[in-house]
């Protein structure tokens, strides 16, 4: 009788157990909410010739054209929609016009803004490659930098940069003049409002602040005040990385489409992830490898008007084009 009242009472323990975890499942680990992405094509290899790359590390569309940060090669390069070269900004340098590893881009009102992680400023150029300003330089003071990831523009010209080794998101105005910032400087956090090792910015049209925090694994939100909204990226956006939906192993970039949809460049899982403004997941796409709809280290990400998705395959040197399925 012990024995059996033993086992029933076993047989119970095991039965919550499996509730547990499949309400943990379901509530820290969400189904896709839309229908997935198709891959459709992809162009470059490694090399330094035009269309070739060695370390692309940012994407931003602007109109028919797609504007590649060329890292290693210290360039941008510039191609249409179906991947066809077209031209090049920049060379190698220091100096005005030159460029020390770009990284994240942003276009705005006509103008092509450089986060340069080795020149630890930010540089501005026309679309049709003219140097137009810089803004920073080295340094962990205001309006300073210590490898810059990101940049986003709000709609009066202010800068919003992640400055990766400072851990801090700044605010500039558009002359460069130090405005706020979050997080605080040369300190790591896993709390709301600080950082580890942010990556990228990104402003959705509603004026809310998206910061790719990039070593704790998560997104989080500011409103227009800059006020801290909300974070996200595996249980409790603590610096859990993991390969399941919604969760990051070092989100890299962000960008935001006309919808204020969030795609986000999952690195070491090899994918781009998609979710709402509030952070709920909706899909996601791409899987480790080399071959077709494959990502060596996804690490950027930029989303055209009509909604096909451009995504920087950092290790594969190359870029790819996706497609939501009807």
Known sequence: MRLQTAFKAGRNILVVLAVVIAGGWHAFIPAAKEPPYEFVTTWGEKGGAPGQFN?????????????????????????????????????????????????????????????????????????????????????????????????????NGDLLVADF?????????????????????????????????????????????????????????????????????????????????????????LTVDRKGQVFAADFYNHRIQKFAADGTFLSGFGARGSGPGQFNHAIAVAVAADGTVFAADFGNNRIEKWRQAK
């Open 55 to 155: 370390d692309p590390t940012g994407i931003a569309v602007a109109g028919e054209e797609v504007f590649v940060a060329d890292s290693r090669n210290g360039r941008i390069q510039v191609f249409d929609l179906e991947g066809r070269f077209r031209r090049q900004i920049g060379t190698p340098g220091r100096g005005p016009g030159e460029l020390g590893r770009p990284m994240n881009l942003t276009v705005h009102e006509g103008d092509l803004y450089v986060a340069e992680y080795f020149n630890d400023r930010i540089q501005v150029f026309g679309l049709d490659g003219t140097p137009k300003r810089i803004i920073g330089k080295p340094g962990s003071g205001p309006g300073e930098f210590n490898a810059p990831g990101g940049v986003a523009v709000t709609p």
């Open 165 to 253: 080794y400072n851990h801090r998101i700044q605010r500039l105005g558009a002359d460069g003049g130090f405005v706020r910032q979050w997080g605080t400087t040369g300190h790591i956090g896993m709390w709301a409002e600080e950082f580890n090792y942010p990556t990228d910015v990104a402003l959705g049209p509603d004026g809310t602040l998206y910061v790719a925090d990039g070593y704790n694994d998560r997104i989080q939100a500011f409103g227009p005040g800059g006020a801290f909204l909300r974070k996200w990226g595996g249980p409790f956006a603590i610096n859990i990385f993991g390969p399941f939906n919604g969760w990051f192993a070092t989100v890299t970039n």
